[in-house]
């Protein structure tokens, strides 16, 4: 009897090492082989995490992490898929559903739920769904999905509902693409952004839809060559360049391109927006060619950004210059259709208005009109005319 008991344990062996070296030869990497369920209810974290440590060890030439099809799998814990990995390039194929915990985190709070970080030519695609139990988190989580120290990104076809708070964060990367998103939230939920971008270069998202209770983009301090494109935004609070400075800090951003996009029934459109205090400068900034329907503020620089109002006079300013916006046609709420508020210490410069025609959104008939402090720059072709811009 102990002979063929030993003998079963070692054919058992053997064969989960045959199992293994398939897996790694074929370099798919199925998270229901690592033990994830997918019924809504189990908890698959670990799953996630012992599926991707296998496939971050593999040599394949681009090993792939599997989420089938037709399944809803329990991250009820915040997980990192750590890099580097020894492949150059690895990839995610996410077809299947994955949805927070409806209670706090196992593992306590974290910066985000899902994060990718030190991982070198990832790429993420398909129509799969992170569904992020909304308000039960938007008092105490961060992010569902941060990529961290990320180059040679490419997400392609996600889907994102109901976030924790940001729906992506990017955060150090250099070479990122994201496109075909779509990232929805109730207008009235708090902090999430569809997508922000901290510490990053040459960032591009194109053709993706975002209706959010935040920036459908935010573009942070140290972020610079971000180019977005075909975007559908609404509802949320526009794409913004900022805040920046906040107590004090120097903030870093240039070489911004927004183009071809539609704002609907937003707070904001195009928005640069700065706190009083802070240094160092925001520049070289384009929006051009954008659709606007019933947007509350379609251009707006603010450099006495203060959401609470309890902000006190200072001095210092992150500068704004070198911007343009071209080609605007809409619609505006409100009939201040464009606000240019600028410091009295640090004004705007080299702001520039061509081609813009914002109207009242009852068939024109109500006048609209800018408010224009301390900036410098030209204007042509403007409705309604910015009077400090000649």
Not at 76 to 104: D, H, L, N, R, Y
Not at 123 to 132: R, T
Not at 238 to 252: F, N, P, Y
Request: charged share 15%; glycine share 10%; aromatic share 8%.
């Amino acid at each position: 009897m102990k002979s063929w008991r030993f003998r079963n344990g070692i054919l058992a062996a053997i064969l989960f090492v045959i199992l293994s070296l398939a897996m790694l030869g074929s370099g798919s990497f199925d998270v229901t082989s690592y033990g994830a369920v997918g019924d809504g209810k189990t908890d698959d974290s670990k799953a996630f995490q012992d599926a991707w440590a296998a496939l971050c060890q593999s040599s394949s030439s681009q090993p792939t992490l599997q989420i089938p099809r037709g399944k809803t799998f329990l991250v009820g814990s915040p997980v990192s898929f750590e890099g580097p990995c020894k492949s150059p390039s690895v990839s995610v194929k996410w077809a299947g559903t994955v949805i927070g915990p409806q209670k706090t985190w196992k593992g306590g709070d974290g910066d985000s739920w899902l994060e990718f970080a030190n991982v070198d030519g990832l790429s993420i695609s398909g129509n799969g769904k992170i569904y992020g139990q909304g308000a039960i988190w938007w008092k105490t989580c961060s992010g569902a999905l941060r990529f961290r120290s990320c180059n040679r990104l490419r997400v392609l076809g996600l889907k994102s509902a109901d976030s924790p708070r940001n729906h992506i964060s990017i955060t150090n990367c250099i070479n990122a693409t994201f496109s075909n998103l779509k990232l929805t939230a109730p207008e009235d939920s708090p902090n999430t952004d569809g997508i922000d971008i901290a510490n990053s270069i040459n960032i591009q998202i194109s053709n993706s839809l975002m209706a959010t209770g935040d920036d459908c983009i935010a573009i942070n301090d140290g972020t610079s060559h971000v180019k977005i494109t075909g975007l559908t935004c609404g509802p949320g609070h526009g794409i913004s360049v900022g805040s920046l400075g906040k107590e004090g800090d120097e903030a870093v951003v240039e070489n911004i391109y927004v183009k071809n996009c539609t704002f609907a029934n937003t707070d904001n459109g195009a928005r640069i927006k700065t706190w009083q205090g802070g240094s160092g400068f925001a520049r070289k900034i384009t929006y051009e060619d954008i659709q606007l329907d019933n947007v509350r503020n379609p251009i707006l620089i603010d450099q006495y950004y203060c959401p609470h109002q309890t902000c006190a006079n200072k001095g210092k300013a992150v500068g704004i210059s070198d911007v343009w916006f071209s080609n605007f046609q809409g619609t505006t709420v409100d009939r201040s259709a464009i606000t240019l508020n600028c410091s009295n210490t640090v004004p705007c410069t080299n702001i520039n208005l061509n081609n813009i025609k914002i109207t009242a959104p009852t068939n024109g008939r109500e006048e609209v009109f800018a408010i224009c402090n301390n900036a410098y720059g030209k204007s042509s072709d403007t409705v309604p005319v910015v009077s400090c811009l000649k």
